[in-house]
């Protein structure tokens, strides 16, 4: 008897536990599912409407004003703590006086210009100091303290020479008349004398040997002259030794006007 009340008694608790389990298995896939999560934001307590959360503050960083670090173009050929008498012209400012007599020594008050450093003889810094020169115009000086433009659109070989306009400016060290006022560039006229890699010698040369075959002709870039040659055998022999003479004192040069080597 007491084993079957007590039968009974389990199969009411197990049918008790069945519901149990069914809310127990709900409410996790509840929670799971996002639906209790708690709202953290409506948590929160409101703010007071009334409360001033007080002025707000701006903060602008100022950045610090640059050094300035602009250093002039004549500077790079200034030597520093050099002779203030061997500096180059850009580098100083020279109270020149232009009626000097020509070719003879004269001496003129510089100082020079900022940014520059320099030293007299006993190594002691200046920036007054007395230049001694030769009274003359950039434009007087010899031709190798100055240098020129070249050009390769005239004829070097012509009667008479050609000419040609070129800009020549004055070298660094060299001082002349002219100094601070920008005159140390000047236009003259040259003769036409550059080359374009022919040798005389293989022009006399080929003349000489095969010069009844156009072959002096060919070399020096007159085409035309050089099959005039080659299909009339040298002029029979009169052309060859035309163009022998020719090519030997320098009157027939290459096609493009230059100079031979």
């Not at 400012?93 to 007299?120: A, I, L, M, Q, R």
């Not at 009274?135 to 659109?153: G, H, I, K, N, V």
């Not at 005159?183 to 010069?211: D, E, H, Q, V």
Request: glycine share 10%; with cysteine; charged share 15%.
């Amino acid at each position: 008897m007491r084993a079957g009340k007590m039968a009974a008694a389990a199969v009411q608790l197990w049918g008790l536990l069945r519901p149990c389990r069914a809310l127990l298995f709900l409410s996790q896939f509840y929670i799971l599912s996002g639906g209790g999560a708690l709202d953290v934001e409506r948590s929160q307590p409101p703010a007071p409407a009334g409360k001033d959360p007080g002025p707000t503050r701006a903060f602008t960083v100022v950045p610090g004003a640059a050094e300035s670090t602009d250093i002039p173009p004549y500077v790079m050929k200034c030597p520093s703590n050099g002779l203030c008498s061997r500096l180059p012209a850009d580098c100083i400012e020279c109270k020149t006086n232009f009626s000097c007599v020509y070719g003879k020594p004269v001496t003129f008050d510089c100082t020079v210009k900022p940014s520059v450093t320099c030293v007299d003889q006993d190594f002691k810094p200046q920036k007054s100091f007395v230049l001694n020169m030769t009274c003359r115009f950039c434009w007087q000086l010899p031709e190798a303290d100055y240098e020129c433009s070249s050009s390769t659109s005239c004829m070097t070989v012509s009667c008479p020479r050609q000419r040609f306009a070129a800009n020549c400016t004055v070298r660094d060290h060299v001082h002349c008349l002219g100094i601070g006022v920008g005159n140390r560039t000047f236009p003259k006229m040259l003769y036409c004398n550059w080359t374009g890699g022919y040798k005389w010698s293989t022009a006399l040369a080929l003349s000489i040997t095969l010069g009844g075959f156009g072959a002096d002709r060919f070399y020096l870039g007159q085409w035309r002259e050089g099959l005039g040659k080659l299909f009339s055998f040298g002029g029979l022999g009169v052309w060859t030794l035309i163009d022998v003479l020719l090519i030997g004192v320098g009157y027939v040069g290459p096609a493009d006007g230059s100079l031979y080597i």
